[in-house]
């Protein structure tokens, strides 16, 4: 939290939206980010606290509405930090995602990019397959589970959820009457006491398969085979139990070490037609629905007629370059996380491909050394993390000179940055972004590039 601030009411209008979704307020002399505040709105705000230099506010009235604000369906959606556009009609949150992911073009990269309208989901709600929540104990003794408020470890209760997938909150439901009739105590991360510090629920869009992780701070307790068998009796759609064990003091959630307690210690789900096995700790992308839609995106942009080789990069457990394989002749994927990797080589079994090369490594050291080889590679997808990427890979890219690349991207900004690292040789033929994440305002975007 930022420091205490003295309550002030300020008159004015929000002339923008923030990256983050906040409104933009300008009155008296100050702008102040406003959770929940639309453009054009005008009315009073109160400043509620001040952080790295920017004040942060709340609506006390409003005089002048947007004609874009809606009825939320959730009634904790600003206090739980996940949702910032529930009450923002949905094309108008999908045209907030196309014209920032413009802006960070035109600010970043110094590039004039056309950016296509954002698409959508038709139902955006209750898309989530992987939720993760902390667990807390009240005063009179009863479990809650829910999210942590911005920057802190206050647990903000959550009941009902509308974004995640609807078989999730029957298993959270179980998990709190059986911990709390089982004596089995949720983690406290200020006494460092307790048990349970987060269950993750991941569910399968395709299969009827659904995984449970007790991330527990302990290895053994007492009472671990009963709840296990307590919560399959409530919840008979759950198909394997894992237990992780995270006894550091951090605010990674999953630990290193795992063990299976119920099944077989992952989920099947599937992707374009090629079946995926998820791990615990592999990543998989949250919208099923928009993922199958981003992916045939990609592949289109990659033009591939089954000649060439590809090269996908951050690939998870494989996913990208799976459904990729065959329509290639040679499809080498990059990883740095084992689990993922495993995930990808039995993946590629699974699906009777044999085309398929994956290696353990860090994207870039992977990519120096694929170029000092003077390797080719025809097509390359990139897909990293938030950061980005970074120049020893982008440099090494500009070495290998693939005739296409087609970089998926989950923040604007990084995108925007390597792209324009990319454009000294690339030319930038289309950007596209992807509503995968309704409600929020996360988006995800592929850019296709091409040698010049
Ligand atoms: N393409 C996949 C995964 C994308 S998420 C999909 O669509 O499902 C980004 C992935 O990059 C994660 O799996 C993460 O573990 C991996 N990653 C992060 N840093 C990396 C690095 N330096 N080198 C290789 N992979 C990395």
Do not use: W
Request: hydrophobic content about 40%.
């Amino acid at each position: 939290m930022g420091s205490s601030f003295p309550k002030k009411i300020i008159s004015g209008t929000c002339v923008d939206l923030s990256f983050e979704g906040k409104g933009v307020f300008k009155g008296e002399g100050q702008a102040i980010f406003v959770d929940g505040m639309f453009i054009g709105e005008e009315g009073e705000v109160e400043i509620a606290y001040k952080r790295n230099g920017a004040l942060f506010g709340n609506i006390k009235k409003l005089r002048k509405i947007s004609p874009d604000r809606i009825q939320p369906r959730c009634k904790i959606c600003h206090a739980c930090g996940g949702c910032c556009f529930q009450q923002l009609a949905y094309p108008a949150q999908l045209a907030f995602k196309s014209s920032k992911v413009a802006e960070q073009f035109r600010r970043l990269a110094k590039m004039k990019v056309e950016v296509a309208p954002c698409i959508g989901m038709d139902d955006p709600y209750y898309y989530r397959n992987k939720i993760q929540m902390p667990f807390g104990k009240d005063d009179r003794g009863n479990v809650y589970c829910g999210f942590y408020k911005a920057s802190t470890h206050v647990i903000v209760p959550v009941e009902e959820c509308f974004i995640e997938d609807k078989r999730s909150r029957p298993i959270l439901d179980a998990c709190k009457k059986l911990f709390k009739s089982m004596r089995i105590e949720p983690y406290n991360e200020d006494a460092r006491t307790g048990i349970i510090r987060h269950v993750l629920i991941k569910t399968s869009y395709y299969k009827p398969e659904i995984m449970v992780v007790l991330v527990t701070a302990v290895d053994s307790f007492p009472g671990r085979n009963n709840l296990v068998k307590a919560l399959l009796k409530e919840c008979p759609e759950i198909t394997t139990v894992i237990q992780n064990i995270n006894p550091r003091s951090t605010s990674v959630i999953l630990g290193e070490k795992e063990r299976v307690l119920y099944g077989k210690g992952f989920i099947e789900d599937s992707l374009c037609g090629v079946l995926f096995q998820i791990s615990a700790k592999s990543f998989y992308q949250t919208n099923p629905v928009m993922t199958e839609k981003l992916y045939s995106y990609a592949m289109q942009a990659a033009h591939l007629r089954g000649q060439e080789v590809v090269f996908d990069a951050y690939s998870g457990i494989g996913t990208i370059g799976l459904i990729a394989a065959k329509d290639a002749k040679q499809v080498i994927s990059v990883e740095i996380v084992k689990q993922a990797v495993q995930d990808g080589i039995r993946n590629a079994k699974r699906n009777r491909i044999n085309n398929f090369l994956m290696y353990c490594d860090d994207a870039s050291s992977f990519m120096v050394k694929m170029a000092e080889k003077g390797e080719t590679v025809d097509v390359l997808f990139m897909d990293p993390p938030r950061k980005g990427s970074d120049e020893r890979f982008l440099k090494a890219a500009l070495k290998l000179r693939p005739k296409r690349i087609v970089y998926v991207s989950c923040d604007p900004s990084t995108l925007a940055r390597d792209v324009a690292y990319l454009a000294k040789a690339y030319k930038v033929e289309s950007v596209q972004p992807f509503d995968m994440f309704p409600q929020t305002f996360h988006v995800e975007t592929v850019v296709a590039l091409s040698l010049k």
